[in-house]
């Protein structure tokens, strides 16, 4: 494997999500499955994404994902917000070890002592980070500097949960 090399954890490995940050097909992506050994993700406190955390005898599976652009890059930065920041590792693949870029929490981000499950947040959280990357990246990517996303973010995400829940009010009563 060659060229930008970034190992992906959490939510970014999902697929839908990801083209939802980039703003296109993944088409021309590489995925490879991988590992980042002294580490374990838990739920980040507060939130439904995970945060890394360094543990000894520890393993994060996840994604090596390789021919992002530049453009993919900046994206996923602002997607990424403040809370995270890209670090380099080092990560396994069935073939071979490489260096990553990572994106590691950030300080103000702590954990819950939780262990984060890929499959728990597919289930129960994907749907509306979907909606809320593709609006927040629609309407504000290269618009708002980044230090100001998170107002908008949370904005947005609290509209669309209004949203679901008169649509899930209005099927509610079509039933009563």
């Not at 000894?56 to 996923?76: M, S």
């Not at 939780?114 to 990517?141: G, N």
């Not at 669309?160 to 039933?175: M, N």
Request: aromatic share 10%.
């Amino acid at each position: 494997m060659t060229g930008n090399s970034f190992f992906f954890y959490g939510s970014l490995m999902d697929l839908e999500l990801l083209e939802a940050v980039i703003d296109r097909k993944a088409v021309g992506l590489a995925f490879t499955q991988g590992w980042l050994a002294g580490y374990a993700a838990e739920t980040a406190l507060g939130y439904t994404f995970p945060t890394l955390i360094q543990r000894k005898g520890a393993r994060v599976d996840g994604l090596v994902t390789q021919g992002l652009t530049d453009d993919d890059i900046a994206r996923i930065g602002y997607f990424e917000d403040t809370e995270y920041a890209p670090t380099t590792v080092d990560v396994m693949t069935a073939e071979a070890g490489l260096a990553a870029q990572v994106f590691m929490a950030t300080t103000t981000l702590k954990s819950s002592g939780e262990p984060w499950s890929f499959d728990h947040w597919r289930q129960h959280h994907k749907p509306l980070l979907v909606a809320v990357t593709r609006r927040v990246m629609r309407e504000h990517y290269g618009i708002t500097p980044f230090e100001e996303i998170d107002t908008h973010w949370h904005r947005i995400k609290a509209e669309l949960e209004g949203e679901v829940l008169t649509q899930k009010r209005r099927q509610c009563a079509k039933l009563s």
